[in-house]
């Protein structure tokens, strides 16, 4: 497991949380404080503190450097497998970073304690600010096309439903304004042409035609949604 996949302590520490403990335990928090000051490592095999947490992920930044990332390659050239989720975001990389095209990607992802977690993200966003250590989103790209990171919605992403917790959190992005608009479901509006996207796939509103839909399956990432909007040059 890499920390690199947490960008907070406690985003680590829920991996510890199992479907059982949500089910008899319903306070986050306590169950939190629970397996940090009551379990420990004794009975986790090996839960790191805060402390820990934050040097050991640091150390896997330094790993990264040099990236060797010249300015014109891509992270899709690191691809090494025939997953079908992940030759699509490569193939769309390069008109991504070009500013042709905006994507914003849905995952539905079950965890290993069988806790499920949903989101949206914007995909160029993501590519773009990963190209840099200093992100405090970094996601490790490279390892994501060579199969050793695994991509997983964050609670900084476009959205975030956590399923057991009943709980979504939204957020803007560079590329898109997040619009809740109650029969719509959700909007997302360009913040470069203006534009709105329905990414509720039940609809067929206006909205819905301004992105191109389309469903891909992968064993990893199961059936990931691929709403693609080619950006319409305002002069």
């Known amino acids: 497991m890499s920390l690199l996949e947490f960008h907070s302590y406690n985003e680590y520490v829920d991996q510890f949380i199992t479907l059982s403990d949500v089910r008899y335990l319903r306070n986050w928090d306590f169950q939190r404080k629970l397996i940090k000051n009551a379990c420990g490592k004794s009975c986790l095999g090996g839960l790191l503190t805060e402390e820990e947490y934050h040097d050991r ?11 060797g990332m010249g300015e014109s390659q891509l992270f899709g050239d690191f691809l090494n497998n025939n ?68 991509l997983k919605p964050g609670k900084h992403h476009l959205s975030h439903f956590d399923w057991y917790k009943n709980r979504v959190v939204y957020n803007d992005s560079d590329n898109f304004q ?47 949604i691929f709403f693609d909007h080619i950006i319409r040059r305002i002069n």
């Open 83 to 150: 997953d079908r989720v992940l030759k699509q975001i490569a193939k769309r990389e390069n008109m991504l970073l070009n500013k042709q095209l905006s994507t914003i990607i849905y995952l539905l992802m079950r965890s290993s304690n069988g806790l499920e977690v949903s989101g949206f993200i914007d995909l160029e966003q993501s590519l773009r600010e990963s190209r840099f250590l200093s992100s405090k989103y970094f996601v490790d790209w490279k390892g994501v096309f060579e199969g050793t990171v695994k």
């Open 178 to 224: 997040v619009v809740d608009e109650g029969a719509h479901s959700l909007l997302m509006q360009h913040r470069g042409d203006h534009k709105m996207i329905c990414v509720n796939t039940k609809c067929d509103c206006p909205a819905s035609k301004n992105a191109r839909r389309s469903m891909h399956a992968s064993p990893i990432y199961g059936h990931a």
């Open 57 to 67: 992920r640091q150390k896997e930044l330094d790993m990264l450097k040099p990236r």
